[in-house]
T-cell receptor, first 112, second 114 residues
């Protein structure tokens, strides 16, 4: 099945640093979502974006829905150790009842 | 937030046996649930869409006779891996769609076939 490309694949950062990751698709989506997955757990929704160009924040997280509807960005400010995990973007289209296409994932590790 | 519960969290079975995994939406009714499979260090890949009261829709390359899905009620979908083999070992995750069209994920089931 189709997958969305995420970059970077992994990153090591120091506590307090800001983090940026992005997600690109060859096709258009009407909804972009960002999830975090801890080891051995299911994904947990962080931010949902429903409109092209939309910029949405959730605490230290900010995500943007690209104007072309083929990409999205996630920023984490002032990272803390509990930000460690795998971040997945996902795209969905209206009428597909949340049938999601997931990105390849970005593994984040935060050092003290 | 809404809660989706999967059971069991992990299971080890012998090659050739069948394993059933349950996905329950605890505080909402879900007419649609999805089943995903995730191999180590990889992303989630959609296997099938489970619709209450009707047959599941399988993604290309997923064997419907091997991965039996039953969505008998608005709060329960089951995935049965039949005649499991070591290559079926994976992390299986379900999601349930709320009336507000948000997808909530279960905690996953780690299947190991020996």
């Amino acid at each position: 099945g189709q997958q969305l490309n995420q970059s970077p694949q992994s990153m090591f950062i120091q506590e307090g640093e800001d983090v940026s990751m992005n997600c690109t698709s060859s096709s258009i989506f009407n909804t972009w979502l960002w999830y975090k997955q801890d080891p051995g757990e299911g994904p947990v929704l962080l931010i949902a974006l429903y409109k092209a160009g939309e910029l949405t924040s959730n605490g230290r997280l900010t995500a943007q829905f690209g104007i072309t509807r083929k990409d999205s960005f996630l920023n984490i400010s002032a990272s803390i150790p509990s930000d460690v995990g795998i971040y997945f973007c996902a795209g969905a289209n209206t009428g597909t009842a949340s049938k999601l296409t997931f990105g390849t994932g970005t593994r984040l590790q935060v050092t003290l | 937030g809404a809660v989706v519960s999967q059971h069991p969290s992990w299971v080890i079975c012998k090659s050739g046996t069948s394993v059933k995994i349950e996905c329950r939406s605890l505080d909402f009714q879900a007419t649609t649930m999805f089943w995903y499979r995730q191999f180590p260090k990889q992303s989630l890949m959609l296997m099938a869409t489970s619709n209450e009261g009707s047959k599941a829709t399988y993604e290309q390359g997923v064997e419907k006779d091997k991965f039996l899905i039953n969505h008998a009620s608005l709060t329960l979908s089951t995935l049965t891996v039949t005649s499991a083999h070591p290559e079926d070992s994976s992390f299986y995750i379900c999601s349930a769609v709320s009336p507000g069209f948000e997808a909530f994920f279960g905690q996953g089931t780690r299947l190991t076939v020996v």
